[in-house]
């Protein structure tokens, strides 16, 4: 340990020393010399070479968001950077531990305008949970621990470190054993024993009570917990769209998803409710719709980890800073009277009762598909058809980008396990899903990957299929739902603006061809009978597949609750 | 909307103090004053932060979202001392001079600067009483003023030190 290493290898022995073995990255001037030592350390530190910064960020994100450990993403300076924009935004918006490695001009013309050189750590000061500029070759190994940890603790966020060329040149012997400092950042992992207490004995005297539950439940891991603490006490669970897979859709308890897009009877009981518990989830405003008329006989009580978020957006009664996994643990523990209990589960019996009455009433997952005239291939179809297989095989992980396919995704595929939906909610990022299952791929060689997107989003980040094939990816497969629209804005304007298609129609390549240009193989769908067999074949071949499936082009997500309304006011056909 | 008075200690890094404004700048939080400066303790900086806002405890939640910060007391209801300090140089004529020197004693400011026709007066005091300093002596003819804008000490033993607060992360 002695002896004297260059910068770029301090950061490299860093990085493997902080748990990470895969990034995703393009080099260029600023950040040569740590391409230079990474050659050294390949058998423990895999670089996979993406097409566009914006996918090795997006690709991160996926590693990250499956596996809950730190997605590495590396860009050089100036536009290598900023091109990482948009997928730090995307992390710091869905909390994903994301650590951002930028290449920056030797410190001697910091500052000068130099040739490629950008800000980037004034640029993404508001879009990343900490940021670090590094000038000096001994800060390098305890920036990076530093970094790594803030952005896998407390709620979970990007980190950016952007070092200069001549700090990662240099050489020094390094010191690894510079312990974390950071007096200011102490984040609330228990929760208060008070306010547990305070917010159960509140739930028990409630009728109709609702538990719902986000990103942070599936962050920190705690669908388990989360689940016995449900059935324990027979309490109703809607998902947001982060919490899909936190708890199982097929499960008695299961109301599914709330929101603009959710279920009639998931927000009808939100909109009825004495008592609601939000696990993990920040009150978005796609879920809420009209903050002012959120829930509005319902007592609330708000788990979240950062404190930030109570308080925010919805107005609470009792607060829990916490993580979600270890708030659950602590509710478990408490032991209410028995009586208090019973009473409690007769009235959320027939409050479900009630609820179930309603879902049966508003049912929508099926009616398309009992339609009469199938002649004209649906989305439904298609998601049908998906859920079906990739449930009977199992092993899998779904990847959405953003629009119509994202919602119709979230409402028609069943999902059962943590961490099998991932998709860009907060920032809403078309183009996410290609490299970011891309990420997904690479971390869970086992699973099939499958991404689903817009034939808009599509196109945005598409370049990185070529990374499939030079890494030999062959887990992954591609689900386009082609309707020749950017969809979702189309479905605004057909119903609130007088059907005005303004920068909407989209013409795409012939895509089944483009697939085979990049070495996958392409399959095009354009009935409703050829749907089956093209998912058969996707899983027959061992390599990657795209499916088009070319599909009407004028349908709308349904149930709807337009913009700014409140949650009861939905749009169901 | 409400004013209040936030005390916030911070590591003293580079670029903490852009942090702490691009935070209100983009959650559109209003600031009307902010000072700061160091402390007692090295690698710690006090700022003084006046803002308008009816939900400051949303404000001082997000400031605690930045690593760098350490702590903030929300002192608007607190028994304080205040200080600012004004700089202000006057237009003066031979038959005011002695006038602004007699305002100057009632202030107890003092005159820093004199020359022919100009005059540059200091003056420290509480917010209110610096604004009437100024109102008063603003009809000799004001060439140039600089306010520095608040700082804020809660009286009494209540209070945080930077190094307190280091040594608390510390355990």
Known sequence: MSEKRTGAQILC?????????????????????????????????????????????????????????????????????????????????????????????????LGKDAFQETDITGITMPITKHNYLVKNINDIAYVVKEAIHIATTGRYGPVLVDITKDALQATAVPDYSKK??????????????????????????????????????????????????????????????????????????SLGMPGMHGWVHANRAIQEADFLMNIGGRFDDRVTGKASTFAPN??????????????????????????????????????????????????????????????????????????????TMLPHDVFAALTKQINTRGNYRVVTDVGQHQMWAAQLLDWYKPRTHITSGGAGTMGFAVPAAMGVAVAH?????????????????????????????????????????LGMVRQWQELFEGKRYSGTPLTSPNFQKLAEAYGWTGITVESVDQIDAAIERAYAIDGPVLIDFRVEREVNVFPMVPQNKSIGEMITE | MKIHTLVVLV?????????AVSMFRRRGYNIASLVVGHTETPGVSRMTIVVESDNVEQ?????????????????????????????????????????????TEVFTAKIVDVATNTMVIEMTGGPAKVDNFIDVIRPFGIKEMMRTGRITMVRGAKGHSGAELIDQAAE
């Open chain 1, 13 to 109: 022995e860093s990085l493997i020393q902080n748990g990470v073995d895969t990034m995703f990255g393009i080099p260029g001037g600023a950040i040569m010399p740590f391409y230079h030592a990474m050659w050294e350390y390949r058998t423990d530190l895999r670089h996979i070479l993406c097409r566009h910064e914006q996918g090795a960020g997006h690709a991160a994100e996926g590693y990250a968001r499956s596996t809950g450990r730190i997605g590495v993403c590396i860009g050089t300076s100036g536009p290598g950077t900023t091109n990482l924009v948009t997928p730090i935004a995307d992390a710091w918006m869905d909390s994903t531990p994301l650590l951002a490695i930028c290449g920056q001009v030797s410190s001697a013309v």
């Open chain 1, 445 to 485: 060689p086992e699973d099939t990957v499958w991404a689903i997107a817009g034939d808009g989003g599509f196109q945005m980040t598409n370049q990185e299929m070529i990374v499939i094939i030079q890494e030999n990816i062959k887990n992954m497969k591609i689900a386009i739902i082609n309707n020749g629209f």
């Open chain 2, 11 to 19: 590591q003293d890094h580079p670029g903490v103090l852009n942090r």
């Open chain 1, 298 to 375: 319902a007592r609330i009580v708000h788990v979240d980890i950062d404190p930030s978020e109570i308080g925010k957006n919805i107005e609470v009664e009792i607060p829990i800073v916490g993580d979600a996994r270890i708030v659950a643990l602590s509710m478990l523990e408490e032991e209410p009277e028995e009586k208090l209990v019973a009473e409690f589960h007769k009235n959320a019996a027939e409050w479900l009762t009630y609820i179930r009455e309603l879902q049966t009433k508003h049912q929508h997952k099926q009616q398309y598909l009992n339609r009469p005239d199938t002649s």
């Open chain 2, 59 to 103: 404000v001082v939640k997000q400031l605690y979202r930045l690593v760098e910060v350490l702590k903030i007391s929300d002192v608007t209801e607190d028994p304080v001392v205040d200080r600012e300090m004004v700089l202000v140089k006057l237009h003066v004529t031979g038959q005011h001079r002695a006038e602004i020197v007699a305002l």
């Open chain 1, 180 to 253: 974390i400092f950071l007096p200011g950042y102490r984040p609330t992992i228990t929760g208060s024993k008070k306010q547990i207490k305070a917010a159960l004995s509140l739930m028990l005297k409630s009728k109709k009570p609702i538990l719902m539950i986000g990103n942070g439940v599936m962050m920190s891991d705690a669908s388990a917990e989360v689940r016995v603490f449900a059935e324990r006490y027979k309490i109703p669970v809607i998902t947001t769209l982060h919490g899909l897979g936190a708890f199982p859709e097929d499960h008695e308890l």
